[in-house]
């Protein structure tokens, strides 16, 4: 069972991060798209199967602009732990 600063406080910011990120989405999807497209030209170049990037780029894309939420979150409680005294 979630505590009670759990909900008051975390759910709220992810939250906020969700909605502040999600205009951002198809920007930030097309940047890690890009950025897989690095990655498949090493692939290539070790001669390694591409299939196993199958995975990968879609869970990329589809859900990695959606990580930068957690990781806005979790920057704005450690800078709030930290200037506790």
Same mark, same amino acid.
């Given at each position: 069972?979630?505590?009670?600063p759990? @909900?008051?406080?975390?759910?709220? %910011?992810?939250?906020?991060a969700?909605? %502040? *990120?999600l205009?951002? !989405?198809?920007?930030?999807?097309?940047?890690?798209?890009?950025?897989?497209?690095?990655? *498949?030209?090493?692939?290539?170049?070790?001669? @390694?199967? /591409?299939?196993?990037? =199958? =995975?990968?780029? $879609? !869970?990329?894309? @589809? !859900?990695?602009?959606?990580? &930068?939420? $957690?990781? /806005? &979150?979790? %920057?704005?409680?450690?800078?709030? %732990?930290?200037? @506790?005294?």
């Open positions: 069972q979630p505590s009670l759990f @909900l008051h406080d975390f759910l709220p %910011r992810v939250g906020w969700f909605c %502040r *990120i205009p951002l !989405y198809p920007f930030l999807a097309i940047l890690i798209s890009f950025g897989f497209l690095f990655v *498949i030209s090493i692939w290539e170049a070790l001669k @390694l199967p /591409m299939a196993w990037l =199958n =995975n990968p780029i $879609y !869970y990329g894309t @589809l !859900y990695g602009p959606f990580s &930068v939420c $957690y990781f /806005m &979150v979790k %920057r704005q409680i450690q800078a709030q %732990r930290e200037s @506790l005294p």
